[in-house]
């Protein structure tokens, strides 16, 4: 049996679509309103033991995608840091590569 007969035997079956179907619907797209939303840039040591530290706050998206910004703002910047609230902490003053990093990913910073 090839990979045609395959196909067919599980369309056939009801397991695939069959192209002449209407498709399934999906959920629209929806465009990440945080890209709209303006982000504040701060530098903190207050309760760090000196150590400075580089806040981002104003995210309205979920939890997750705030996750996924701060993994990538961590691999660009090799630095540590965390994502909780609705803010992302990032070790050290990188407040300048933070604020161009966002700009270049298309999020209004302050």
Not at 4 to 11: A, V
Not at 26 to 47: E, F, M, N
Not at 65 to 90: F, M, N, Q
């Amino acid at each position: 049996m090839d990979w045609k007969d395959l196909l067919k035997s599980k369309i056939d079956a009801g397991e695939l679509p069959v192209e002449n179907s209407d498709p399934v619907e999906t959920a629209p797209t929806v465009q990440s309103s945080s890209k709209k939303d303006v982000l504040h840039v701060l530098i903190d040591r207050k309760g760090r033991k000196g150590k400075t530290a580089t806040i981002i706050e104003g995210f309205s998206c979920s939890d997750e995608e705030v996750a996924d910004i701060a993994a990538r703002l961590k691999t660009r910047l090799g630095t540590g840091g965390s994502s909780r609230g609705g803010e992302i902490l990032l070790q050290g003053d990188r407040a300048g590569e933070v604020r161009t990093l966002l700009a270049g990913m298309g999020y209004k910073v302050k």
